[in-house]
Each structure stands twice: as structure tokens, then as C-alpha cells.
């Protein structure tokens, strides 16, 4: 697989696990959704972060997969589908992804989703003093 490839597999992998804060799916395959959405979780020790730039551990990511949406989700089959992005542009040399994210995507508190969180998100990711591995 090219360099370019494994780079952009794994932007895709991280954007998964990207906004742990976002709101709720527009849809769902049981009908609509319940005004109050409840997640109980039992976990045998205590919960790492949820601090999705420096989690390395297994219950912080279970935790950040339930909880949040990013760029893609792991659907039916363990799929690979369509989460906050819309759709996805890739440039000829595999070196830029251009998403566009769906307009109803929303945070917890109910603000829009935008482009310039997915920026702060990396480039507070890559900062040294982040602490992200």
C-alpha cells in the first residue's frame, strides 16, 4: 500500500474517534428516537480520559466510540461508513481529503458541527505540550 494510502487509512481511523462531544445519529434503524438518550456502561476499572487527543487504552477508546461521532463510524459488519462527513474528496495524489460534513451534525449542547473544529482537534493534537502519543 502506498504511503499516501496508509495515511489517509489512517485519518480515517482516527476521524472515527475524533469528536467524542457529538450529538446523536439523524437516524435510526429502530424508528425515532427517544427525546432522552441514555448509554449505561459498566466497565471493571476506572475510566483513563476521555480526552480523545491522548487516549491510548482500550476502555477510553470503547468509551470515545460510544459517546461521540467523528468523520467515519463502524456501522453493521464492522463497515466502515459515513459518520459526520457527508461525502469525501480525495485528490489525485492521495495527499488531500476534502470532507463535507452533514449540516444536521451537532454537539451535545446543540452548536453545528464545523470544519474549524476538526482543525482545532488535530492541530491541538499535534502540539507538544498535548501530550498525544
Known amino acids: 500500500m502506498k504511503l499516501g494510502k496508509k495515511f489517509g487509512l489512517g485519518i480515517v481511523v482516527a476521524s472515527c474517534l475524533l469528536l467524542a462531544a457529538c450529538g446523536k445519529s439523524a437516524s435510526s434503524s429502530a424508528g ?15 475510566l ?4 480523545i487527543s491522548t487516549a491510548t487504552d482500550t476502555i477510553s477508546f470503547d468509551m470515545l ?3 461521540g461521532e ?6 453493521k ?3 466502515i461508513e459515513p459518520g459526520i ?19 444536521n451534525a451537532k454537539w ?3 452548536d453545528q458541527v464545523t470544519a474549524k473544529d476538526f482543525v482545532y482537534s488535530w492541530q491541538r493534537t499535534v502540539k507538544p505540550a498535548t501530550g498525544a502519543e
Open 85 to 103: 462527513a457527508k461525502t469525501t474528496k480525495v485528490s489525485n495524489n492521495g495527499l488531500k481529503y476534502t470532507f463535507t460534513l452533514r449540516k
Open 32 to 46: 425515532n428516537l427517544a427525546d432522552k438518550q441514555v448509554i449505561n456502561w459498566d466497565e471493571p476499572s476506572e
Open 77 to 79: 459488519k464492522s463497515k
Open 108 to 110: 451535545s449542547n446543540g
Open 48 to 51: 483513563p480520559t476521555m480526552n
Open 65 to 67: 466510540n460510544n459517546t
Open 70 to 75: 467523528g468523520l467515519y463510524r463502524i456501522g
